[in-house]
């Protein structure tokens, strides 16, 4: 009976679920042989790191060989893209990113770039987000040829296909279900480093050296899409804002950051595959408020904030009509004339994050 019934549930799963995978699901999983690899690098023999983790030593020994396989293939694999970034020497890959929802990634991210590619940049937006607002944004939604299709390793992988959206500015679309793709990374060694191996493997392809900038908007989650971003970045980007939580998601973000760091590196040399720099924006900044001065006080002379932005309502209102705010003012005279002080102001804010992300 069990056995039909699961025969049953698997064959389901094959024939409804796309990444459905056959075989026996590891008994012990990757943090806990990375453990026990951990403990060996420190000098502990096999039989006193199966008598603490019960991991026999047969097994040890089949799955520390696979790590020694994948650190080599990873230090290639890192050391080949720096050799391919070095080529595009002037191309920044920058991340929105933060724990909280709703404090403006996707707002930056569109606005930022629209700045940037109407000062002579050629940009590229990838919505790493599975809410897809930034997709959305730009009308392309959509199930085919997303950004999905570098977190797929079975044959079946389409291309990735990018959408002009205005001059200078392209996008790959998300994915609404990108985030169970994530989940079913869980058990593959190179979870966090897909986004990487993609990039390097599609780099001519693609034509991707083209970019000067590449801005990935992401979930507000610190998992395994997120973390993949993070991992080929040179810049993160982090809003923080006004609120009774808001300097704490600073040293929330900066601890994560600091563990995936140390959970990613190379064993021989000791150094990090994740060296993005991380710098803060506090955004949505109200004028009269004891909120927004507590945040301001905090981060007076905070050398890891890039710039402050204000609340403005025209974000809000360029985004519900699908534009920037730059966007917007071109199109609309009104709208230029009413903000004209402020959209001064915001091209100076942009000026000063573009300094510090050089
Ligand atoms: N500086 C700002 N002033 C006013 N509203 C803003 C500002 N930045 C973002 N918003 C608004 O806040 C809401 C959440 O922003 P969003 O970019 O979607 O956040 P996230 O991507 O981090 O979830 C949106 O309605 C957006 O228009
Ligand atoms: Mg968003």
């Given at each position: 009976m069990i056995v039909t019934r699961t025969q049953e549930g698997k064959l389901y799963a094959k024939t409804h679920d796309p990444y459905f995978k056959e075989g026996r699901p590891k008994t012990y999983t990757d943090e806990q042989i990375q453990f026990a690899y951990e403990l060996r690098q420190q000098g502990m023999t096999y039989k006193m790191i199966a008598r603490k983790t019960g991991i026999s030593i047969k097994t040890q020994q089949r799955r520390f060989k696979q790590i020694n396989c994948l650190f080599n293939c990873l230090s290639m694999l890192y050391y080949e893209y720096r050799r391919i970034r070095k080529?595009?020497?002037?191309?920044?890959?920058?991340?929105?990113?933060?724990?909280?929802?709703?404090?403006?990634?996707?707002?930056?991210?569109?606005?930022?770039?629209?700045?940037l590619a109407k000062h002579g940049k050629k940009v590229l937006l990838v919505d790493l987000d599975h809410q897809c607002n930034l997709?959305?944004?730009?009308?392309?939604?959509?199930?085919?040829?997303?950004?999905?299709e570098a977190f797929k390793d079975d044959e079946e992988i389409q291309r990735v296909n990018i959408d002009n959206v205005a001059p200078n500015l392209d996008l790959i679309a998300g994915f609404i279900d990108l985030d169970v793709l994530g989940s079913r990374l869980e058990n593959n060694s190179n979870k966090e480093m897909m986004l990487f191996m993609w990039f390097k493997n599609n780099m001519d392809a693609l034509n991707l050296n083209q970019y000067d900038y590449i801005l990935i908007d992401t979930h507000p989650d610190f998992g395994t899409i997120t973390k993949n971003a993070i991992a080929v970045s040179d810049y993160l980007l982090s809003p923080i804002t006004p609120s009774e939580h808001g300097y704490n998601a600073k040293f929330d973000l900066e601890t994560r950051l600091d563990k995936f760091k140390k959970s990613l590196f190379d064993y021989r040399t000791g150094e990090t595959y994740v060296d993005a720099k991380l710098y803060?924006?506090?955004?949505?900044?109200?004028?009269?408020?004891?909120?927004?001065?507590?945040?301001?006080?905090?981060?007076?002379?905070?050398?890891?904030?890039?710039?402050?932005?204000?609340?403005?309502?025209?974000?809000?209102?360029?985004?519900?009509?699908?534009?920037?705010?730059?966007?917007?003012?071109?199109?609309?005279?009104?709208?230029?004339?009413?903000?004209?002080?402020?959209?001064?102001?915001a091209n100076q804010l942009f000026q000063e994050l573009s300094n510090k992300v050089k």
């Amino acid at each position: 009976m069990i056995v039909t019934r699961t025969q049953e549930g698997k064959l389901y799963a094959k024939t409804h679920d796309p990444y459905f995978k056959e075989g026996r699901p590891k008994t012990y999983t990757d943090e806990q042989i990375q453990f026990a690899y951990e403990l060996r690098q420190q000098g502990m023999t096999y039989k006193m790191i199966a008598r603490k983790t019960g991991i026999s030593i047969k097994t040890q020994q089949r799955r520390f060989k696979q790590i020694n396989c994948l650190f080599n293939c990873l230090s290639m694999l890192y050391y080949e893209y720096r050799r391919i970034r070095k080529e595009a020497e002037t191309m920044k890959i920058i991340t929105f990113t933060a724990i909280k929802g709703g404090v403006g990634k996707t707002t930056l991210t569109l606005n930022y770039g629209d700045w940037l590619a109407k000062h002579g940049k050629k940009v590229l937006l990838v919505d790493l987000d599975h809410q897809c607002n930034l997709t959305t944004v730009f009308e392309k939604t959509r199930r085919d040829n997303t950004i999905a299709e570098a977190f797929k390793d079975d044959e079946e992988i389409q291309r990735v296909n990018i959408d002009n959206v205005a001059p200078n500015l392209d996008l790959i679309a998300g994915f609404i279900d990108l985030d169970v793709l994530g989940s079913r990374l869980e058990n593959n060694s190179n979870k966090e480093m897909m986004l990487f191996m993609w990039f390097k493997n599609n780099m001519d392809a693609l034509n991707l050296n083209q970019y000067d900038y590449i801005l990935i908007d992401t979930h507000p989650d610190f998992g395994t899409i997120t973390k993949n971003a993070i991992a080929v970045s040179d810049y993160l980007l982090s809003p923080i804002t006004p609120s009774e939580h808001g300097y704490n998601a600073k040293f929330d973000l900066e601890t994560r950051l600091d563990k995936f760091k140390k959970s990613l590196f190379d064993y021989r040399t000791g150094e990090t595959y994740v060296d993005a720099k991380l710098y803060f924006i506090g955004n949505m900044i109200k004028h009269n408020t004891n909120m927004s001065r507590d945040l301001l006080n905090h981060i007076a002379d905070d050398e890891t904030v890039a710039t402050v932005i204000p609340e403005r309502e025209l974000f809000n209102k360029a985004t519900a009509k699908h534009a920037s705010i730059f966007e917007l003012a071109q199109k609309d005279d009104l709208v230029y004339k009413q903000n004209k002080k402020f959209l001064e102001q915001a091209n100076q804010l942009f000026q000063e994050l573009s300094n510090k992300v050089k």
